[in-house]
């Protein structure tokens, strides 16, 4: 992942200015309890796989194992593979896992989330560690967890008004190493650019808005509204940041801007026609990056996953898609 864009000043102050707005409805909390320890024990399932970069057998096992829970919980699956060509010529053996909920009321949304790892450690400390595969705790493992605990509560509360679709992306990280020369914003995110490219528009008009989640299980972490979500789909960060505040969390959902990310929602939007959102740490304090300290390290691994940040963006999106007409 991902590279992180800054807008000019006078972008950001527009944003900013848009988002001090106050919020003029109280929805009420929901009762229902997200469970932060599922969702641990699910980002430690798929990291005892070992880093799943594309094209290992670790990637393989895992996503064997992902499309098993979906199952488990009731979810009809699509597996969408194709070859994808790396920024370095290199096939990738991509499998965009698709879990549909067999609800067939409207609306439906969607969640997604990316599960291969980085297969490189670009961004760590030790240049000695920059080749070494990421075991992606955060950085693609705690979107999936988060997924399939919701995946699981959905299917013991069958009192949702709308239905929930998941996607697990594939071949999110193989962007360009920062140790090369060249800039490519599209050598990211290569499963959700087929996906997104390849999507029916009978598909894409039947979900009234996407939700990514990207890096949502670190420890201190805060997210903020990504500016790339707010030109797309303003509505839709209003929507889940008051149903942040309704749960409990506003103090790390935050009113204030973070940048523009080149993330999976972007060909979600502009390919798909769905206006997606990207929930995904920021630490503006941070030295080593402003997606934390882990970010591409080899040091994003389970001792770095904090169950209260699970907690609390799971229980946002419970409160968001129980409290939806």
């Known amino acids: 992942m991902k590279q992180l864009l800054f807008y000019t000043i006078c972008a950001l102050c527009t944003l900013a200015c848009s988002t001090t707005k106050k919020q003029t409805s109280n929805p009420t909390t929901v009762s229902i309890q997200f469970n932060a320890d599922s969702a641990y024990a699910f980002c430690a399932a798929q990291c005892n796989f070992g880093p799943r970069t594309m094209n290992s057998e670790a990637h393989e096992l895992c996503g064997q194992w992902i499309t098993q829970q979906f199952q488990q919980y009731g979810y009809q699956i699509e597996l969408q593979k194709a070859d994808l060509r790396g920024y370095d010529g290199t096939i990738l053996k991509s499998t965009n896992i698709i879990a549909k909920s067999t609800k067939v009321q409207s609306p439906r949304i969607l969640i997604c989330a990316h599960w291969d790892s980085r297969p490189w450690a670009d961004n760590d400390p030790d240049s000695a560690n920059w080749r070494k595969p990421v075991m992606a705790a955060n950085d693609g493992a705690s979107g999936v967890a988060v997924m399939l605990e919701l995946a699981r509560l959905l299917q013991q509360n069958d009192s949702a008004r709308v239905a929930v679709d998941f996607i697990c992306f594939d071949a999110e990280d193989w962007g360009i190493p920062q140790w090369s020369n060249e800039v490519d914003g599209d050598s990211w995110a290569l499963g959700a650019q087929y996906w997104s490219a390849n999507c029916q528009k009978a598909t894409a008009k039947s979900y009234q808005y996407g939700i990514l989640l990207d890096m949502v299980g670190g420890q201190g972490a805060k997210f903020y509204r990504e500016a790339f979500s707010m030109q797309y789909a303003r509505s839709v ?21 973070g940048g523009g990310v080149t993330d999976d929602h972007i060909p979600v939007n502009e390919k798909a026609g769905i206006p997606c959102i990207d929930i995904i740490n920021y630490y503006p304090d941070c030295r080593q990056s402003s997606f934390g300290p882990t970010w591409h390290t080899v040091n994003d691994d389970m001792q770095h996953i904090d169950k209260n940040t699970l907690q609390a963006v799971g229980q946002t999106l419970v409160q968001l898609i129980f409290s939806e007409n």
């Open 237 to 257: 960060v209003e929507k889940v940041w008051q149903a942040a505040g309704a749960a409990g969390y506003g103090s790390l959902f935050v009113n204030d801007s």
